[in-house]
């Protein structure tokens, strides 16, 4: 007899399974997030949910802390896009006054307490825009 045929002269059309003193329940359930599915969730011996209809409730927590953790990934990115145009000139791409304070004040102080020479050259350039029109007309700069 071929290991894939069903042995039907016992009358079963399952064969005889040895049953463990302990059983599981997996529930098997889609993961949607917006219009994508992400994955499955799985969960062992979650019959109580059921009984007691907390399976709604759930799944419900669960989409709604995927969407926190979401937004809260977008969100620092945002803000580390945020920090860097805070820190740069728009127009040249160099660093500014705000830079100045968050990142030059804090090394040169730094530098001062380990006795350290420093020095900081910070030149600020009034209609910058017009210069670099005039100066150099071939190039599209807003």
Do not use: W
């Not at 005889?16 to 917006?34: D, E, G």
């Amino acid at each position: 007899m071929d290991s894939l045929e069903l042995d039907r002269s016992k009358g079963s059309l399952l064969p005889h399974t040895v049953v463990s003193a302990k059983q599981n329940v997996y529930f098997f359930s889609p993961v949607h997030f917006r219009e994508c599915e992400i994955g499955y969730l799985v969960l062992e011996n979650c019959d109580y949910l059921l009984d007691h209809q907390f399976l709604f409730e759930t799944l419900n927590t669960f989409r709604t802390s995927i969407e926190a953790l979401y937004g809260k990934l977008i969100l620092r990115k945002k803000n580390k896009q945020l920090s860097q145009l805070y820190i740069h000139d728009s127009l040249t791409g160099l660093y500014n006054r705000m830079a100045y304070e968050k990142l030059a004040l804090p090394l040169f102080q730094q530098y001062m307490q380990k006795g350290r020479p420093v020095g900081i050259l910070f030149a600020d350039a009034d209609h910058l825009k017009y210069i670099q029109h005039r100066r150099i007309p071939h190039r599209n700069v807003p």
